[in-house]
């Protein structure tokens, strides 16, 4: 099958739901949808019916173009439902394969797991279902200075997740050794020999 997702730009009237806000901004929404080999319609899933605008935690919603979440990477997890990275929402998702609902919200304004070991990671790419709960990622970290309280830093993680407790435990870091930080794009893959 084929798995595709895309950006879902709205106009929408934002002015009874944030003060300033545009009664004719062009929202950026999501749509996933899976086909079969002959493109037939297999699932459908929408933003609009799961997201609202101010679940977003840093972007101007007074804008008249808000992009709201900025899916970047889409991945299969082990047990066959979708995991999502939306960038500009700090946030992985859950979404159940079959029935469109979402089963958790790691990160960002609605994260549902209580930290170990970390900081909250920022406008991240890359989600990878590793199998035994892990995942890894990539952590733009663009507003990790005011976590770390140094300065701005991307790293690889690789998180441990209990979704019965929702407790999500970082177990692995690389970041380079001269604190590189990437304000946008990227991303960290594990390589067959583990590396």
Known sequence: NY???AYDDQVVDLSSIIIGGSSNAVVEGLVIQE?????N??????????????DNTYLNLTSDDINFIHCNA????????????????DEIT??????????????????QFEVINDYPFTYQHSIRA???????????GNYSQQYN??????RALIYELDTTNFIATKVWEYSHPDEFFAPSTGCVQMLPNNN
Do not use: C, M, P
């Not at 859950?94 to 994260?111: A, E, L, V």
């Not at 309280?149 to 991307?154: E, F």
């Open 35 to 39: 086909l079969d080999q002959n493109h």
């Open 74 to 89: 889409i991945d299969i997890d082990v047990d066959n439902h979708l995991l999502i990275s939306s960038r500009h929402l």
């Open 149 to 154: 309280g140094i300065a701005n830093i991307s």
């Open 130 to 140: 590793l199998g035994d709960n892990k995942y890894l990622l990539y952590d733009n």
């Open 3 to 5: 798995l595709l997702f």
């Open 41 to 54: 319609l297999l699932f459908e899933w929408r933003s609009w019916d799961h997201f609202s605008v101010t």
């Open 94 to 111: 859950k979404i159940n394969r079959y029935t469109g609902d979402i089963i958790w919200r790691w990160g960002g304004s609605q994260n």
